[in-house]
Each structure stands twice: as structure tokens, then as C-alpha cells.
């Protein structure tokens, strides 16, 4: 689905693989941020992604962009999940308001259930 809608949007990868996986992988140049807990040059830690909500506000303020965040369930297990919920709302708002999209991929099976329904009825599901 992120290929089809980047293939006439701006795209955003946000993935726990490096962006020369993500790019092998979608056989194109993606911007990809790399989240991971190690200090890697070209990476933020899922504290940073959390702390970046405004400049996330702003790529998708541009309008017609496609932001595609990887691996929630890695995201949900090193912080609060109030504040997840909050980034994923703010996000899924701002895409709504300026014509952006936002995808957002977890395993349900690795989110307890209390989390998952109020994820789901927040964010539309895709493919179950």
C-alpha cells in the first residue's frame, strides 16, 4: 500500500531496519529514518520519534505526502503508551487535515488487547 500511494505522494519511511533494507526492499529511494536504541549515526531512538511529533506534523502539513511508521509494537515496549497513543493521534490528525496519509504497521499479537482496541478505534485497519 505505501508503494501504490508513493508513487504520486512524497514518502516517509520510519522502520527498525536500516534504510539500505528498506530500500532493497522497496527496490526505490524512500526517505527512511532508521529507529533503533543504539546510537547509530542516521537513527533516532523511539524517545526521539516521540519528541519529533511536531517536525512530523510539519512533513505531513505539506500536503499530499505518505508517512509510513514501522513496528509499533517495538515502539510501544520501550515507552508509554499514553504518550504513542498521543504522537499516533496527533499524526493521524494532522494527515486528515492536510491531505497526508499515515500507515502505521504493528503485530497485533505482540500489543495487549486493552491497547490494541484503543489503537483500532483511533487508526482504521487495514489488512487484519
Known sequence: MFLDLAATREGYVFSRDPP????????????TIWISPAPIKGSISPRTLIESKENLVEILRRGNVVLLLENLEFILAKEDFGEVLDLMST?????IAYGSYLLVHTIKDAIEKKEWVILTSELKIIED
Open 91 to 95: 499524526l493521524r490528525d494532522a494527515a
Open 20 to 31: 539500505e533494507k528498506v530500500r532493497d526492499w522497496m527496490k526505490r529511494d524512500v526517505n
